[in-house]
């Protein structure tokens, strides 16, 4: 059963309430709905004093399957007490409806269906309470560096089935979501094309030299996914995760593109990283094309989000013609940066 797209966009926070209830979290009535684009999240107070987070996963996104993954590459993580957030394993309780059901090896996924037509796939996490952390310091860089080495290791230890695998096919795959999708302006059309392939064949000859193993990652390892609690350091929102080079969570907590700050914050984090992982100096080269890659697929991303009412709002400016005009100058600059 498929969630209509306005049941997903407009949830209540009585089915929010229904739901979690039903496996035995019993809210007192306080909701607050968190930053989230991709998936609706809700921090729930309990009734005993706790507080949980539910996330309720987009339609269509991810297969039961790849959402299984995650959740199974979380809690690997957290078995060998590295700092994550997994989900927690569920249990309905009578009176729960017949038509709802908890899947995957650690029963992680609630599947809830309030109403004919209307399913959510949902799971639960602990509420960790935090602050953002301050990364700036060479000290910093390496803790950080620690940490991500640490989810390696784990991440190392097999291999996703069924998780995307970062490449450049999936920025071909951008490239022809935006043309299919004709929301890049006519007048820039050809100009932007010629340089999202040229920038598109920088990037493949990168992966091609480079070479090495992929592995488990998290995928979108960034500032924003970091959380300081009780002085430890957390990674967080699993979300992406998918088979790619280790380079791919490390290059986004670098500032700029090139400069001895930058210099210095990646020596500070690979001396941190090579604590509990090597890392193949092979893949110094994919950083720019790694960058190419999430340009381009971040436009696709807001392409195929555009009816959601929230994607207008957070990016007035797309589809305009000076928008793709400065997305051309952007790929040009990467192609200089990779040649």
Known sequence: M??????????????????????????????????????????????????????????????????????????ELAAAEVAVMAPLPMRLLPPAPANALISGPAATLLHWQPREGDSHRISV????????????????????????????????????????????????????????????????????????????????????????????????????????REQTLHLVDFDDACSGPAMQDLWLFLDGHEGEDRRRQLQSLLR??????????????????????RLLRHSAWIAQRWSDPAFPIAFPSFGTPNHWADQTVQLREQIDRMS
């Open 272 to 293: 941190g990283y090579e604590d509990f992982m090597d890392f193949d100096d092979a893949q110094l080269q994919l950083i720019e094309p790694l960058r190419t890659l």
């Open 2 to 75: 498929k969630t209509s797209p306005a049941a997903y966009g407009e949830l209540t926070p009585d089915t929010v309430l229904e739901a979690l209830d039903a496996v035995g979290l019993r809210g007192d009535g306080r909701i607050l709905q968190l930053n989230s684009y991709e998936n609706r999240v809700f921090r729930l107070m309990l009734e005993d004093g706790g507080a949980v987070v539910g996330k309720f996963y987009r339609p269509g996104r991810w297969t039961d399957a790849q959402i299984h993954e995650e959740h199974g590459f979380t809690l």
């Open 125 to 228: 996490s602990p509420w960790l309470g935090g602050r953002d952390p301050d990364i700036e310091s060479p000290e910093a860089f390496e803790r950080l560096g620690r940490l991500i080495g640490r989810v390696h290791a784990v991440g190392a230890q097999q291999a996703f089935t069924h998780r995307l695998t970062l490449s450049p096919a999936l920025g071909l795959q951008a490239i022809d979501t935006l043309l299919a999708s004709q929301v890049v302006d006519a007048a820039q059309a050809p100009r932007w094309e010629h340089a999202a392939r040229t920038a598109m064949e920088g990037v493949t000859r990168a992966f091609e030299r480079a070479g090495g193993t992929l592995q488990r990652l998290h995928g979108d390892a960034h500032r924003g996914n970091l959380l300081e």
